[in-house]
Antibody
Framework: EGQLVDSGGGLVKPGGSLTISCAASGFGFTNAWMSWVRQAPGKGLEWVGRIRGKIDNGTIDYAAAVRGRFTISRDDSENRLFLQMTGLKTEDTATYYC?????WGRGTRVIVSS | SYELTQPSSVSVSPGQTATITCSGDVLANKYARWFQQKPGQAPVMLIYKDNKRPSGIPERFSGSTSGTTVTLTISGAQVEDEADYYCYSAPDNDLVVFGGGTKLTVV
């Protein structure tokens, strides 16, 4: 059974940028479709975006709320997934999880506040 | 836009059967998944492809589908099953949608 470890969260001012990452182990990361899911405090799950595996050309999709501001990428040589966030808004405050749907990270908290 | 509608809360006594529904037009043509999330923890997938159970998930969790509604059934609910439950579907190749979540209370 695999493992995902999210990291890189923190406090950032509105309009700022932050990159979070996720280290994968114990499963076939290279061809895995990986998603970022976030959860605002006290709220439900919200899909952020997804990157397909190498065998599916690594194409990327984003939720409308983050399209144009967030960028998902992956480094298959390092088994790492990234979420680059720019133009951050207070409503982006959430715990961000990386997931393959069967495996989830523990989440990393991002707080956008002045 | 695509929406999946769940009841905000469900309450059941220990040992009873709990049912949580998820409705949306997309479910007529697309598979659903169910996730369980306990406080302070990451979600866990309970059901995929409407009614398939990943290894390690107890048999008391089952999924079914009818038309535009999918249902998660917990047979013989236990106190440890108290959690938030979310349905999920992928209505388009480039989109994923979650339901709003259902808080299950077992008392």
């Amino acid at each position: 059974e695999g493992q995902l470890v999210d990291s890189g969260g923190g406090l950032v001012k509105p309009g700022g940028s932050l990159t979070i990452s996720c280290a994968a182990s114990g499963f076939g990361f290279t061809n895995a479709w990986m998603s970022w899911v976030r959860q605002a405090p006290g709220k439900g799950l919200e899909w952020v975006g997804r990157i397909r595996g190498k065998i599916d050309n690594g194409t990327i999709d984003y939720a409308a709320a983050v399209r144009g501001r967030f960028t998902i990428s992956r480094d298959d040589s390092e088994n790492r997934l990234f979420l680059q966030m720019t133009g951050l808004k207070t409503e982006d405050t959430a715990t961000y999880y990386c997931t393959s749907w069967t495996v989830w990270g523990r989440g990393t908290r991002v707080i956008v506040s002045s | 836009s695509y929406e999946l509608t769940q009841p905000s809360s469900v309450s059941v006594s220990p040992g009873q059967t709990a049912t949580i529904t998820c409705s949306g037009d997309v479910l007529a043509n697309k598979y659903a998944r169910w996730f369980q999330q306990k406080p302070g923890q990451a979600p866990v997938m309970l059901i995929y492809k409407d009614n398939k159970r990943p290894s390690g998930i107890p048999e008391r969790f089952s999924g079914s589908t009818s038309g535009t509604t999918v249902t998660l059934t917990i047979s013989g609910a236990q106190v440890e099953d108290e959690a938030d439950y979310y349905c999920y579907s992928a209505p388009d190749n480039d989109l994923v949608v979650f339901g709003g979540g259902t808080k299950l209370t077992v008392v």
